[in-house]
């Protein structure tokens, strides 16, 4: 039996969250923080790397549909991801969340280093799923662990700074690849490998969460009353046998679908977006193909940048909205404010001032797109109780990803149906005499107009989010809940 949400105390005016914390409740926060840091990092780095690794691995035959591959490695990728925070969300209720979170950043780092010794599609499709299981682990995990960890009345503003680091580690990502890119290194076909051997390098956190880490007393509190009561920890069966469970967990899974499909089918194509309209501008301008290929590199890593840049600010700001209006009412405006801006985003870049456009753009989709997952992390634990609890966040987080594995091949799609459409009108109306650098010109622009109006259509995902909130509870100012 569910107990009553009371009332708990707000934030003390004038004293910080940070200075709350005693010793220990630091390191956790610390330690969560650096593995989901470094979660992200690794997600960044392979969207650098997706690309220029495919150019590589691709036979002939596959380079023809390399927009597919492309779509393909990502939905993988994604694909084992959900699979990861499934089972290892129900592992860490289970077994603890401490020992379970080493284990998935071991899993991340190794998956991809080895994603770097890749010679083919296959074996570097089977690398990214490995990766995905891990990483998909690393949220629940970390985000429950915190939040059994911290005192209640600090809680949302540690978990929505924690979430707010996922944009430190988007924005290394883009410096690691803006610093390769203006190196030696940007010069090779291959530069692609080093992307993935230093994301590897997160495996040595594994040794501090193993050394100093212990599973939180309410934790262990919980698993004792499970097991007298004949109840278990890590259950979906519990999970769904509970109707108030039940319903926050359905609930809450659709109202995450919307900022993981919205990111993860939109948002991280932004930068295959500008990749394809700095090359189309670069070559109307007659610059060589090494100097493309370069500045190609540098402006996908500042788009990276920029993007994380309003991210990070997006998902402090919607922290602070959350304590003053409320979680549904800050869900609400902000996927709201989503659709708005990518919609714009994605129709208008390169259009105002060409590529310089990317440094006001980036920032303000970031700022939308990645300010809803400081909510996921916020919101998701005060929806279930300690012993359900990185089991239920697990599976609203990633259950969307298995949808979410679909969005880029519907996306890749519905840019190629709509290219074709656009090529073949763009081609009858330049007429038999225009060249053969014409046509190709006609056919490069005419795939980045597709691709542009391809992801306005799919920014109606974000309405989703908004068309759920009715249906869960408000939990603003209230302690999380118990069996």
């Known amino acids: 039996m569910s107990l009553p949400y009371p009332p708990h105390p707000s934030v003390p005016t004038g004293k910080s969250w940070w200075s709350q914390l005693d010793r220990y409740q630091r390191l956790v926060f610390v330690v969560a923080t650096l593995a989901w840091l470094f979660d992200c990092l690794d997600q960044q780095l392979f969207n650098l790397a997706r690309s220029p690794a495919l150019d590589s691995l691709l036979t002939a035959a596959q380079h023809e549909k390399k927009g597919f591959f492309v779509g393909l490695s990502t939905s993988v990728f994604v694909f084992g991801w959900a699979t990861g925070g499934m089972i290892f969300g129900s592992l860490g209720d289970r077994y603890g969340r401490a020992k379970m979170l080493s284990v998935t950043v071991l899993l991340y780092s190794l998956a991809t280093g080895l994603s770097a010794l890749s010679t083919t599609f296959t074996d570097f499709a089977v690398y990214r799923f490995v990766t995905g299981l891990g990483v998909g682990g ?15 009345e600090v809680r949302p503003r540690a978990l929505g700074v924690l979430q707010s680091f996922s944009a430190v580690g988007n924005v290394a990502a883009g410096l690691i690849g803006l610093t390769i890119a203006l190196t030696a290194f940007g010069e090779s076909p291959t530069y692609w490998k080093w992307l993935f051997l230093i994301g590897a390098l997160p495996a040595f956190l594994v040794a501090t969460i193993q050394m100093r880490m212990k599973e939180p007393a309410s934790w262990t509190e919980s698993r004792d009353r499970a097991r007298a009561s004949g109840q278990r920890s890590g259950s979906y069966r519990d999970l769904f046998g509970h109707a108030k469970w039940r319903k926050h967990a359905l609930f809450g899974m659709v109202l995450s679908c919307a900022g993981v499909i919205g990111l993860w089918g939109i948002g991280v194509f932004s ?15 007659g610059v060589p193909l090494e100097e ?6 540098f402006w996908m890593a500042i788009n990276l940048l920029c993007f994380n840049l309003g991210a990070f600010a997006g998902m402090l700001v919607f922290t602070r909205v959350t304590e003053k209006v409320g979680r549904k009412k800050a869900f609400g405006m902000f996927f709201i404010g989503s659709l708005i801006v990518t919609v714009f985003v994605f129709q208008m870049i390169g259009k105002i001032n060409g590529r310089f456009d990317i440094l006001w753009m980036a920032p303000v989709m970031g700022f939308f797109h990645l300010s809803v997952f400081a909510g996921f992390s916020i919101y998701l634990p005060e929806l279930f109780p300690t012993r359900l609890r990185a089991t239920g966040i697990s599976f609203c987080y990633n259950v969307g990803r298995y949808l979410a594995a679909f969005g880029p091949l519907t996306l890749g799609l519905l840019a190629a149906n709509l290219a074709k459409k656009a090529e073949a009108t763009a081609v009858l109306a330049a007429g038999s005499s225009a060249s053969e650098s014409a046509l190709a010109a006609i056919k490069s622009a005419a795939k980045i107009d597709a691709f542009r109006d391809a992801a306005s259509w799919m920014c109606l995902i974000f309405l989703l989010g908004v068309v759920v909130l009715p249906f869960l509870p408000e939990t603003k100012g209230q302690p999380l809940p118990k069996d």
């Open 271 to 285: 930068s295959d977006l500008v990749g394809d309209i700095i090359t189309y501008n670069f070559k109307e301008r």
């Open 292 to 297: 493309i290929n370069k500045g190609k590199q």
């Open 138 to 152: 690393v949220f629940g995990l970390a985000v429950a662990l915190v939040a059994d960890t911290v005192p209640g």
